[in-house]
């Protein structure tokens, strides 16, 4: 049986959910990245489980039609990107498999129609956020690039091919600023250096971006001038702020942010609405497929001016008011304040008066707002984080039924399993995946589910 360091030759059948192709070497399971089911290929056993294995690819022996050279250099050694080795159109069929197969055998649901992944136009340079860990080469100069698979080594590297160049392009100039001062990059293994990350974010539609700095500590005098002299340089940059960091942490930024120059939000569109999005506030980071995801949003809310809507998991209140023209009143409920401050500047911006937003838990804030406050959602809008929806909004669920749900996920196993909670009292005919994530193994789901009770 295969042991660590052995080359064998299997046949790759799937695409697990995870982006890494998968075969069988004499029953055991053998997961392969950088794989393409169909293909014949020789691979060294590099992790050896009990009931499965970890292999890399040494030679290609039959290669699969669609297998294309990745286009970045360092494309498996970063860990970003996941299926570069296959043409966009396959990656769209696997993706649109993946929902399937996770729904079926997650959630027993054989008859739901999985439709076509809604792929982008624009599969690169299509990301507009970005965090980069610093780092210092042999010369002690501050280096960025992105953390090598498995590890918090950093590897340099100048040109992401998934980022909008803007953010490159940020990056570039500030490492060589920062270079211009006597600067000490943060060392998680003494807790000891000021640098620890840089955050970019930029509006896709109006070319305007906002950078982060993330320190272990608030002294950085010098941060002054250098956002100077990067607002002087960029001037699509509107904005510099420091994110203070002290915990022993992989979460990237703290709790606290100073605003050093400028605007402590940038602008972005998703279709004809305008937001103002800051530091600590979600935000789709796809904006162009983003459109689309809401559309299909707006398509199966099925909206006629007279519901009340709830936009659960609302963020900068994107999704809410996208759809505000078309409801009653939107309710938003968002954990994060600064968002719910964005939310309110948001409707604002676009003349929107019918949306209310409420700061706290959604698992808090749905019971009392049906209890206490007697509201009867027509439509419940879900697009919680990857965990899904938890124990008591399932029961809120369960005990209210609104007539509509739409469901927007970024994880089809949770969304599988929520629905199969709920599945007694609801028609689910499809489900719509769109693709925000090109070249990764993600993938965004939209689902409509329609009361039956
Ligand atoms: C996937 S994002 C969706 C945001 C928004 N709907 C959009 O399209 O931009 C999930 C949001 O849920 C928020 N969140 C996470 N857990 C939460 C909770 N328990 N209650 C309320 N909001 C939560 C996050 O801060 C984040 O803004």
Known sequence: MAANGDLIELKLDTLGHGGEAIGRYRGLVVFVPEGIPGEKVRVKIKERKKNYARGE???????????????????????????????????????????????????GFEEVRVNEVIGADHPWIYRNKAQFPLGSDNEGRVITGFYQKGTHQVVPHRQCVIQHPLINRIARKTISILNNYDLTVYDEKTH?????????????????????????????????????????????????????????????????????????????????????????????VNTLQTERLYNTVRKYAGLSGQE???????????????????????????????????????????????????KGKVEDKLPELVDKKKIKPDVIIFDPPRKGLDKETMATVL?????????????????????KEIKACYDINEVQPVDLFPQTYHVECVVKLESNV
């Open 192 to 284: 000891t250096g000021l640098l620890r990350h840089l955050v970019v974010r930029v509006g896709i539609c109006t070319n305007q971006a906002l950078l982060i700095f993330v320190t272990r500590d608030k002294k950085f005098k010098e941060l002054q001038e250098i956002a100077r002299k990067l607002m002087t340089e960029i001037p699509e940059l509107k904005g510099v702020l420091q994110n203070i960091n002290p915990r022993r942490t992989n979460v990237i930024m703290g709790d606290k942010t100073l605003l050093i120059k400028g605007n402590d939000y940038y602008i972005d569109y998703i279709g004809s609405i305008r937001y103002a999005i800051s530091p600590h506030s979600f935000f789709q």
């Open 308 to 358: 009340t809507v709830v936009d659960a998991y609302c963020g900068a209140g994107s999704i809410g008011i996208y759809l505000a023209g078309e409801a009653r009143t939107v309710y938003g409920i968002e954990v994060v304040g600064s968002a719910i401050e964005d939310a309110e500047r948001n409707a604002a911006l676009n003349g929107i008066n019918n949306c209310i937003f409420i």
């Open 57 to 107: 690819i040494k030679e290609i022996l039959t290669p699969a039609p669609e297998r294309k050279e990745p286009e970045c250099e360092v494309f498996g050694l970063c860990g970003g990107c996941h299926l570069q080795q296959m043409d966009y159109s396959l990656q769209l069929l696997h993706k649109q498999k993946i929902v399937k197969d996770t729904l079926e055998r997650i959630g």
């Open 399 to 419: 005990e209210v039924l609104p007539p509509k749900i739409v469901y927007v996920s970024c994880n089809p196993a949770t969304l599988a399993r929520d629905l």
